[in-house]
């Protein structure tokens, strides 16, 4: 699958609490092991659902989508 966006962590923000890796579907992202922060590891597989951003406590996941690869573009995104 090709990654329907780009994501990005704030380490500042994000406390490591998992919440965003247990809620992915497509199993996008994880913990990394040194700095306990969640890291976007296979971006590729990302379909853009946003559900990580939403319950993100911390409100450190941005998001741009690739808007040229997605139609039609979710919701929020038109
Ligand atoms: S849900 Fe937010 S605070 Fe929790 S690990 Fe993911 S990015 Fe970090
Ligand atoms: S937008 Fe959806 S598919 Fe992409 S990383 Fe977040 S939860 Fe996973």
């Not at 450190?60 to 995104?77: C, D, E, F």
């Amino acid at each position: 699958m090709i990654g329907l966006c780009s994501n990005w962590i704030n380490h500042n923000l994000c406390t490591g609490c998992g919440t965003c890796v247990k809620i992915c579907p497509a199993d996008v992202i994880r913990i990394d092991e040194n700095t306990k922060r969640a890291i976007i590891k296979y971006s590729e597989d990302c379909f853009g659902c946003q559900l990580c951003k939403v319950h993100c406590p911390q409100g450190a996941i941005q998001m741009t989508p690739k808007r040229h690869m997605m139609y039609p573009p979710p919701l929020g995104w038109r």
